[in-house]
């Protein structure tokens, strides 16, 4: 089973918490780094790559997409929130993401490919056995943290895509064509989250899908969910400024 984990950073993120992400990552997989041109210290099981090379459209998305979008962080620098502006039509903000995870799973180099957001700092390793077991099984197409109450659009700071199922590979093709054709502007909301479960409901529907969510269904779900044995995610400005005190 070849599995990879992929996130995106730019130096301001790095600066900012995501160096803790590359400090604390100790599963045993390839990890893909997609930048923004710059790139930290290399490591053997870590692989840069500059997500504008890599990915041409995702300028094209940018440049064609550049006076609908509705910007809630400021332009030259993504770290700084702009706080009283909502995110939830702030597509380029969220679009690197669904550009990085896409090109590396449509590659089809992997059988699994796991996205994790930068902001997650990494508390015990986990084998390929595990992850299978409790994290994505492998006769599911995806593993996701949903949130049935409010807001009632998953947390996609972890998604897991088993890409040996047709299903999945076909889901993260129209996922990118919506990106690439400017259909989630059809959609009530912009951001990655909300774009992402319409996708799924569309093109998944029927097919199994496993929930890693536990006992709390909205907010932030993630600590109360099966990945808080491996990971905590530093969800909010708090917990960033925080840092590893808020996980001790």
Request: aromatic share 16%; charged share 30%.
């Amino acid at each position: 089973m070849k599995i990879a984990i992929v996130t995106t950073l730019n130096k301001s993120l790095y600066d900012y918490y995501a160096f803790r992400f590359l400090e604390s990552y100790n599963w045993p997989f390839d990890c893909y780094i997609y930048h923004e041109g710059w790139a930290p210290e290399s490591r053997s099981n870590i692989i840069y790559r500059n997500i504008y090379e890599t990915n041409p459209t995702l300028k094209d998305f940018i440049a064609r997409n550049e006076k609908r979008n509705e910007y809630s962080t400021e332009k030259n620098d993504t770290s700084k929130i702009i706080f009283g502006l909502e995110f939830l039509k702030d597509a380029i903000r969220f679009s690197y993401k669904v550009y990085a995870k896409t090109h590396l799973m449509m590659e089809g180099k992997y059988d699994y490919v796991i996205w994790v957001d930068a902001d997650v700092v990494f508390t015990k390793a986990i084998t390929e056995e595990e992850l299978i077991q409790k994290i994505l099984p492998i006769d599911y197409t995806i593993c996701y943290l949903d949130r049935p109450e409010p807001p009632r659009y998953p947390e996609c700071g972890f998604v897991g895509y088993n890409l040996t199922n047709r299903h999945t590979r076909n889901f993260v093709e129209k996922l990118r064509e919506y990106y690439d054709t400017d259909l989630l502007f059809n959609e009530e909301q912009w951001h990655d989250s909300y774009v992402w479960n319409k996708v799924r409901e569309k093109y998944l529907s029927g097919q199994p899908q496993y929930n890693l969510t536990g006992t709390r269904k909205d907010g932030h779900v993630w600590p109360h969910s099966k990945l808080a044995e491996y990971t905590t995610h530093l969800k909010g400005k708090k917990k960033k400024d925080k840092g590893y005190d808020f996980i001790q």
